[in-house]
């Protein structure tokens, strides 16, 4: 599977260190992450909070290890303020992304998101979007997508989230709709469409065309199904181990993998599991995935 296809496989600094829970892997160092992401396998990682901020000292580290970047988190707030405020930001962290070589950036529009609301049910109270939001959305992503692409050569993909104004596959249906193919494609996230009861493979096959980076993520149901019953957060919910890395939860990633393949996907595919690295160790876990990947795809 996936033979002679320009396939790579990387892994996120979030099950070491947690950007938005930062008690969650304090102690662990940025030198230690990404020196365990190489011993696990992987060649890309995408950017965490502790990571250099200078490209050529962030470069020099990664090197070192034959790892390099991929992709890195970018808020947007196109419905809830100016254009123009998203596009000045956007460009910054585009322009870095740049200079480390990446090809994609993945965006999250987080007007009104819930996810980082530590008092806010995450199967509650989120924003729907009427019409007017949605051509900003819409709009505005086409924008910043052009931008990236024709003076960066980095393409945009937008991440379906829990918590956010695109979590439901009717949703994400509306915004792959609503922009334009040539700017915009999408960040194919195997467990936050599991997390809100959505099929990941029956969007796999919908998307297969316009997918543009892959996160590989996997869910313990009977956690998620525990965050549900005792209104808990999407934050409460990561602490309580609703996330774990591919093949150790409930995704059948065999016909996922499948689909990609014969789409002719190319890029990285990035395992993605924020867990408490107290309670999951970050390498042993890591492993865990690099040994799932490669047993179901070859890789």
Request: charge should be negative; hydrophobic fraction near 40%; charged fraction near 25%.
């Amino acid at each position: 599977m996936f033979e002679g296809k320009n396939v790579k496989l990387g892994i996120a600094p979030i099950a070491w260190t947690n950007d938005d829970l930062p008690d969650l892997g304090k102690e662990n160092t940025f030198e230690q992450c990404v020196s365990e992401m190489a011993l696990a396998g992987f060649t890309g990682s995408e950017v965490g909070n502790k990571y250099p901020k200078n490209p050529e000292v962030l470069g020099a580290a990664l090197s070192l290890r034959g790892v390099e970047i991929c992709n890195a988190w970018f808020s947007t707030f196109l419905i809830s303020k100016p254009y123009e405020e998203t596009e000045k930001g956007f460009e910054e962290h585009v322009a870095f992304l740049a200079k480390m070589g990446a090809k994609v950036v993945g965006v999250s529009e987080q007007s009104y998101s819930t996810q980082g609301i530590q008092t806010q049910p995450v199967f509650e109270g989120k924003h729907v979007m009427n019409d007017e939001e949605w051509k900003l959305l819409c709009d505005g992503l086409d924008r910043l997508g052009k931008l990236s692409l024709e003076k960066y050569k980095v393409a945009l993909t937008f991440h379906h989230h829990m918590g956010t104004v695109v979590q439901t596959a009717a949703e994400v249906e509306r915004m792959m709709q609503g922009t334009d193919p040539a700017y915009v494609s999408l960040l194919f996230d195997t467990g936050h469409f599991a997390y809100c009861d959505e099929d990941p493979l029956a969007m796999a096959k919908k998307y297969a065309g316009r997918i543009g980076h892959v996160h590989l993520k996997d869910i313990r149901p009977e956690v998620v199904a525990r965050v549900k019953a005792e209104k808990m957060s999407f934050l409460d919910g990561v602490r309580a181990g609703a996330f774990t890395v591919p093949g150790d939860g409930c995704i059948d990633y065999a016909p996922i993998f499948k689909v990609l393949e014969e789409s002719g996907y190319e890029g990285y595919m990035v395992v993605e599991a924020e867990q408490d690295p107290a309670k999951a160790n970050p390498l042993e876990y890591a492993l865990r995935a690099r040994k799932f990947i490669r047993e179901k795809t070859g890789l």
